[in-house]
């Protein structure tokens, strides 16, 4: 792996979604479970935009794919299906995005998926 803007053995342990895991920030919650919680973007850039992230600390895809359990990795993904559900966008579509590194343009250094929905996006 070459050129990540953060090197994978320095995350950041005071990241904002490190916070919110250990509550010490509050959120908008809309699934949890022992493999990751989902709550809503407080800078939303679509009428639903939620963000699911997993529980333990990975710093980008990268990361998260070629260090996390392959049930982790599963857990993970249900529980984005889990928030598309409720997140009420599943019949009529949505996006799923996932910024990583520099030229991806990620500003919070703990892998987290968006779902974007709720109206038509551009
Ligand atoms: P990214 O650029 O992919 O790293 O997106 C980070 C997202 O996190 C961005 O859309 C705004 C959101 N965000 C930043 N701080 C907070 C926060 O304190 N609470 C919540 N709910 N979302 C946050």
Redesign the pocket.
Known sequence: MKNLSVPLENYNDQN??A??LRGE?P??KIYEDSYALS???????AAA?A?VIPKKPYICFNDFINQASDEEISGFFKAVGKTIALLGVSERGFRM????GEH??????HF?V?ILGGEKLS
């Open positions: 904002i979604f916070r919110i920030i959120c908008k709550f809503y973007d407080v800078f939303p850039k935009h963000l995005v996932s910024n990583s991806g343009g990620q500003e919070v250094t987290h968006h």
